[in-house]
Every structure is written in structure tokens, then in C-alpha cells.
């Protein structure tokens, strides 16, 4: 069967690399991207866009059978940070997005779904260093609840349904081409950023605050592959365990000085804070390396290269 995939949530950080991947491996008319805005240049001019409210059942459903869609990544969501500022409108977006394409799968009218979870669903009683899959979740923010809540409805519509929904817990996604969207790890980016632009950067963790993360390319590979996998290798259907690496604020600052010796941190945190201090520090992701084949490609000092390369050309920063 031909894929035709609708990607819901495609303007944001990880959907617009994930579009422009999906595009380049099955054909630009084969992915069809959507969101309630539109996106960058570089996204909208790469293919099909149509316009849709992740919350409205009725105009997904449009969508899907005017391009006889078979595969939904749902990438819209409400994220840590902004989710404590709206926790009503977090959990409405979080979860009435994931029944729309939960019950589109279980009416037969698409075949799979890729639905990220996160490290959030983890909290301040879970071990905190090499997280297993299965352990203590007792998450503290409402992006978290929703998305513990969200793997519980992925596994029992699979159980009870058949629905093929696939699913990892996203660690903190670091990318240059689009912003990140409101969550406790934009830190990672947004120092690059400053870093370029002034030089400086005054981080809102703590110069000790270790959380797991992962580069774009590494994120995007490992949510193809599994929806890729056969269906027996994918061995859990709440959501799989993923990591890339793991840095503090301090760490991370120490990589950029090796290419701009002069660059300056400081640090005053603030309410996001007392969420990062309640997710894990690093991640046991081995069933994923086990089941589906992951494997991160992409560690600290590489992922620093990367991202001073692509945004010192779009700073125009000479080093
Ligand atoms: C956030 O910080 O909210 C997200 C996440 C870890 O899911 N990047």
C-alpha cells in the first residue's frame, strides 16, 4: 500500500523537520502537512498544507479522506512550560487531539499513528538517573499528566481496538530551523541563540541542571524508524523510553566557549526550575535498542557544532 501520510502540528519545532524529512523519502504529494497556522517558507513551499484544528474532529476527518490518508503523526501539542500558564487549554489540546486520531485509527479510516509522549511523564519520585521504561510516574505538571494519560489511551486502544499507535517519550528536542514552542528545555536552544547574537546568555535552570536530550536528526530518525518497524517488533504500546545525551546549562556553555571563547553565562532560574527538577537527569532507553533498532548518533560536542554552524549564517557571525 501506498503511504500517504498527514502530519497534524507540521509548522512547529520537531513537525516542520519531520515534514520536510517525510517528503524527501516518500515524495512531496505523498505528506500532506497541517497546523492552525502556517509555517516557514522553507515548509510551506515544500508541498501540500491545509489548514486544521487539531480539536476538531470533523476537520481532520475532512482532510483525511479528501487525500485518502493512511498514517497520522500528531505533532500538535501544548508543551511544559506554557501548559502550567493554561493547564485547562493544555489538557484540552493534549488530549482531545490524541481521541480524534485515536478514533479516526479505531473507525478503520486510517491504518497507524505516531503520537509523541516525553520525559515529563516522569516526576519527582521516579529514579532519576538512567530512568527505566517501567518505574515510579508521578508527573507534576499538566503537560505530563496528559501525556501519562495519552500512553495509557495509546495502549488500550491497541489492546482493545487493534489501533497501531507508536509512540516514544521525546527527551529535549534541540533543532535550528524552527523554534521550539514553550517547554522547560528551549533553554538548549535559545543559548545558541544569544550566544551568537550577544555573546551572553542568562539561563532560566540552574548551572547543575542535567536533563536528557537529543539533536533533530536523531529525533526524527528514531520517530520513522518506528513507525517503519514491523508490528511485532514494537513491543510496547504505551511509549518507548528514547535518549540522545545528557548536559547541565554549565556543560553546554563549556562546548560553546571551545568556538567562542568569550561567551558568557549566568543564571536565574525560574519557575521552570521546579519542573526540570523533576524530570530525569539521564534515560535507560534500551528496549528501544533492543525492539526497533535505535541507535543516537548525535552527542554533545557534535550537536554544539552543528548548531553554531547552521545559526552563525543566519546571524551572519564570523568565528
Ligand atoms: C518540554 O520541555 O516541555 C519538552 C519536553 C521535554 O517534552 N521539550
Avoid at 500517504?4 to 519545532?13: M, N, R, V
Avoid at 485515536?102 to 497507524?112: D, H, M, R, T
Amino acid at each position: 500500500m501506498n503511504k500517504s501520510i498527514l502530519i497534524i502540528g507540521a509548522c512547529g519545532q520537531i513537525g516542520t523537520e519531520l515534514t520536510l524529512k517525510l517528503r524527501e523519502i516518500n515524495g512531496e504529494k505523498a505528506v500532506i502537512a497541517s497546523d492552525i497556522h502556517e509555517g516557514s517558507n522553507e515548509l510551506m513551499q515544500s508541498g501540500p498544507f491545509e489548514l486544521i484544528n487539531a480539536m476538531d474532529y470533523d476537520s481532520i476527518l475532512k482532510v483525511v479522506e479528501k487525500y485518502a490518508i493512511n498514517e497520522v503523526y500528531l505533532m500538535a501539542a501544548m508543551l511544559s512550560a506554557t501548559g502550567e500558564k493554561f493547564p485547562e487549554k493544555a489538557w484540552e489540546l493534549n488530549m482531545n487531539s490524541l481521541f480524534n486520531v485515536l478514533n479516526l485509527a479505531k473507525s478503520g479510516k486510517i491504518k497507524k499513528v505516531f503520537w509523541p509522549s516525553s520525559i515529563a511523564v516522569f516526576g519527582p519520585t521516579t529514579p532519576k538517573e538512567n530512568t527505566p521504561q517501567e518505574t515510579v510516574m508521578e508527573p507534576s505538571t499538566v503537560y505530563g499528566i496528559s501525556k501519562q494519560a495519552g500512553e495509557r489511551w495509546c495502549e488500550y486502544y491497541f489492546n482493545k481496538f487493534g489501533v497501531d499507535v507508536r509512540s516514544i517519550r521525546y527527551p529535549g528536542i534541540i533543532s535550528w530551523k524552527a523554534n521550539p514552542g514553550g517547554g522547560t528545555t528551549d533553554y538548549a536552544i535559545e543559548i545558541f541563540h544569544k550566544a551568537l547574537q550577544e555573546g551572553k546568555y542568562n539561563s532560566f535552570l540552574n548551572k547543575e541542571t542535567k536533563l536528557p536530550m537529543m539533536y533533530i536528526d536523531d529525533a526524527i530518525d528514531a520517530t520513522i524508524n518506528i513507525m517503519d518497524a514491523k508490528p511485532e517488533a514494537i513491543k510496547i504500546r504505551s511509549s518507548y523510553n528514547l535518549a540522545g545525551m545528557s548536559f547541565t546549562p554549565h556543560e553546554v556553555s563549556e562546548e560553546i566557549k571551545k568556538t567562542i571563547p568569550n561567551f558568557e553565562i549566568s543564571y536565574s532560574p525560574d519557575f521552570r526550575q521546579k519542573i526540570a527538577d523533576s524530570w530525569p537527569k539521564s534515560i535507560d532507553d534500551s528496549k528501544a535498542r533492543e525492539d526497533w533498532g535505535w541507535n543516537h548518533k548525535v552527542d554533545l560536542e557534535k550537536m554544539t557544532t552543528i548548531m553554531l554552524e547552521n545559526l552563525s549564517l543566519k546571524y551572519d557571525f564570523n568565528y
